[in-house]
């Protein structure tokens, strides 16, 4: 009798992650992922009930790794969560783009967790938490984004960061 091997629930999630990471969400299928580790598609129905739970997996992973990073520094101000949440996406510039970008599941995930960050800052606005938060989140994505495909001039920070200033004081 011939022995098989065993794929192991962390082999899939594994190979899901890099198989997002090198070609995004659009090739998240059992046979691609598969393709990956490389097994069959049995083990990877056999450790999930479907791709949905695989994907849950994954977000959850991710956003597990981005709330780590928020909390390991700290950020008590509204420069600094933006410098941590461009620091976030040029250390795992991949990641962002897939996650953070890509799937909207996902953004919304990682949309709430930042908020939590935004809510604990003693800001000074006329606007409610949400709205104030909602334009903040729009300029922190595209910052980041540009930050990674190294189209962010840093001597802007001031300017842009001023901006969003007076912007949530109005």
Same mark, same amino acid.
């Given at each position: 009798?011939?022995? +098989? ?6 082999? /899939? ?7 997002? /990471? ?18 069959? #598609?049995?083990? /990877? ?5 479907? $791709? &949905?739970?695989?994907? #849950?997996?994954? +977000? ?5 790794? *981005? ?9 008590? &101000? $509204?420069?600094? %969560? +933006?410098?941590?949440?461009?620091? *976030? &996406? ?10 953070? $970008?890509?799937?909207?599941? #996902? ?6 967790? #930042? ?14 938490? +949400?709205?104030?938060?909602?334009? *903040? ?11 990674g495909?190294d ?10 960061q001023? %901006?969003?200033?007076?912007? %949530?004081?109005?």
């Open positions: 009798m011939v022995r +098989t091997k065993r794929v192991q629930r962390n082999h /899939i999630i594994d190979g899901a992650y890099k198989l997002i /990471i090198k070609d995004g969400f659009k090739k998240f299928h059992a046979r691609n992922i598969a393709q990956q580790i490389p097994c069959s #598609t049995q083990p /990877i129905y056999r450790e999930f009930e479907n $791709l &949905s739970e695989l994907k #849950t997996v994954l +977000t959850s992973r991710v956003l597990a790794k *981005y709330t780590d990073f928020l909390d390991d520094h700290l950020p008590n &101000s $509204l420069d600094q %969560l +933006t410098n941590v949440i461009v620091d *976030y &996406s040029l250390d795992y510039p991949e990641e962002f783009q897939r996650f953070f $970008l890509q799937d909207n599941e #996902t953004m919304i995930q990682i949309k709430e967790a #930042t908020k939590k960050y935004f809510d604990q800052l003693d800001l000074k606005h006329s606007y409610d938490n +949400t709205q104030a938060f909602d334009l *903040y989140w729009q300029y922190i994505i595209g910052k980041a984004a540009l930050a495909q189209r962010y001039y840093a001597n802007c920070d001031e300017r842009s001023e %901006l969003i200033k007076l912007l %949530l004081s109005n």
